[in-house]
């Protein structure tokens, strides 16, 4: 068994997005412009409203997925096929845009903390024009897991510690977890060899990732290899990381805002689905 390391470390950057949504572009700027095949990974959290109060009004998405999770607040949203749905905290919604859909995520709240995180998904070619379809999860449908002393796992994507996470029928057989680890705490994290990586600290001081150490806010790109060591100092705070790995598709990739495609003719024609209404 090979422990993965760090290969590259980045911090988010400031910007915003919707209808001035304040967030962190963590995957998806100069600093690590994808991670194949993770294309953007954003994370939100305010308690002050006009920092989220505008949400994201009808926008199209072609050609990847979105896969939002809701640490803290209320989300709803709408697309133009009618569907409509609300993220509560906890829950998780991971969208096939495919083809081509127009949907708003807007805040259901007006004060109070509204924290999590999006994160883009690269389709395969012979996927990008398959039906859009949502894979809607409420907070208590996510299973979890205790696997050692101090640490408690949300498993929202893949086979982890004997549960399975409810997300299914992706392609590049994700794994996403969630894990809280309490001072003192270890952990050895399984992942497919081949699989792209990466670790994201967004509570606590900092988390080892094997003779490493990774601090808040920053991501660790991983190196291949069987299995993740996790661990918190005993004299550290309690902290959570965001894990998440993907079979890489290592195809070509076109893009342009809302459109990811694999030639420029196809954002070019995408462009002009979305301007003649159909999507």
Do not use: C
């Amino acid at each position: 068994m090979s422990s993965r390391t760090i290969t590259r470390r980045v911090r988010g950057i400031p910007t915003s997005d919707g209808a001035g949504v304040k967030l962190t572009r963590v995957i998806g700027q100069p600093r690590l412009d994808s991670l194949d095949p993770f294309l953007l990974l954003d994370e939100f959290g305010s308690d002050a409203a006009n920092d989220y109060i505008a949400g994201f009004p009808d926008h199209p998405h072609r050609g990847f997925e979105t896969v939002t999770y809701m640490l803290d607040g209320r989300m709803r949203h709408r697309d133009n096929h009618g569907n409509s749905g609300l993220l509560e905290s906890g829950s998780v919604q991971w969208m096939t845009a495919g083809r081509g859909i127009v949907h708003s995520e807007m805040p259901e709240q007006e004060h109070g903390l509204m924290r999590g995180f999006q994160l883009w998904v690269n389709l395969a070619a012979k996927d990008k024009m398959s039906q859009p379809r949502y894979q809607d999860i409420a907070p208590e449908k996510i299973p979890a897991a205790e696997p050692a002393p101090g640490v408690h796992v949300r498993v929202v994507a893949g086979e982890q510690f004997g549960v399975t996470g409810p997300v299914n029928g992706i392609a590049i057989e994700p794994v996403y977890l969630d894990i809280a680890l309490q001072p003192g705490a270890k952990l050895s994290v399984p992942l497919p060899n081949d699989h792209s990586a990466f670790a994201y600290v967004f509570e606590g001081d900092s988390v080892h990732v094997g003779a490493e150490v990774l601090g808040l806010r920053e991501l660790g790109v991983l190196s291949h290899g069987d299995l993740v060591e996790l661990a918190v100092p005993a004299d550290a705070r309690a902290a959570r990381v965001l894990l998440v790995a993907g079979r890489p598709l290592n195809e070509p990739v076109a893009r342009y805002g809302p459109f990811v495609m694999n030639t420029p003719e196809q954002i070019v024609q995408a462009m002009r689905d979305y301007q003649s209404g159909n999507f």
